[in-house]
């Protein structure tokens, strides 16, 4: 994609199950969506989690501590959120440094949640992906690009991580 097209908004296309999707890049407007239904994602987990381990206490503690992670969650925003750790290449002058054998070098680094979110789980993935190619295609819910994401992993394993590296080369200029 050359610069020209990034910086005008052009969508990138992928073909995925034998149709081109186009894949727009990604707005303000979009990120808070993302980052709302990130923090969204983490209260229903943080309260998934206490409530899967409930039967570890005796039953007259069990609503008090429920009761409790539902008003903690409640209260969650973004800052509040841990930061995750991932791999990312190893970068020396602009360019990736590569190991002996070949690989890439990684190294680890510290990321918000929902840049972690958004960037390596696969619902992230799913959802930051979906709000790319909707645009284009208004009548694709998220349940059916699901369907079809699915469908392309079966083919090929990496399709969501093609999906989603296109999504953010289209959206951020100078990559």
């Known amino acids: 994609m050359s610069d020209l097209a990034r910086a005008t908004g052009a969508p990138g296309s992928i073909v995925i199950c034998g149709k081109t ?12 969506q993302i980052e709302r239904e990130c923090l969204e994602t983490y209260r229903r987990e943080y309260i998934q989690t206490y409530a899967k381990n409930l039967d570890l206490f005796p039953e007259a503690q069990r609503q008090p501590l429920l009761r409790e992670a539902l008003e903690t969650a409640a209260k969650f925003g973004l800052g509040d959120l841990p930061k995750k750790e991932t791999q990312v290449p190893v970068m020396k002058g602009g360019k ?22 958004c960037s390596e789980s696969m619902e992230g993935k799913l ?3 979906w709000l790319s190619v909707k ?3 208004p009548d694709m819910a998220l ?3 699901d369907t ?18 296109l999504v953010d ?7």
């Open 148 to 165: 079809l994401i699915s469908q392309a992993i079966e083919a090929d394993s990496e399709k969501l991580d093609e999906v989603a590296t």
């Open 127 to 129: 959802f930051t992906t």
């Open 135 to 137: 645009k284009n295609h």
């Open 143 to 145: 349940e059916n690009w």
């Open 21 to 32: 999707y186009f894949i727009s890049p990604l707005t303000l407007k979009d990120w808070g």
């Open 96 to 117: 990736m440094v590569f190991s002996e054998d070949g690989s890439p070098a990684m190294r680890s680094q510290l990321l918000p949640y929902y840049g972690w979110w």
């Open 169 to 175: 080369r289209v959206s951020t200029p100078g990559n």
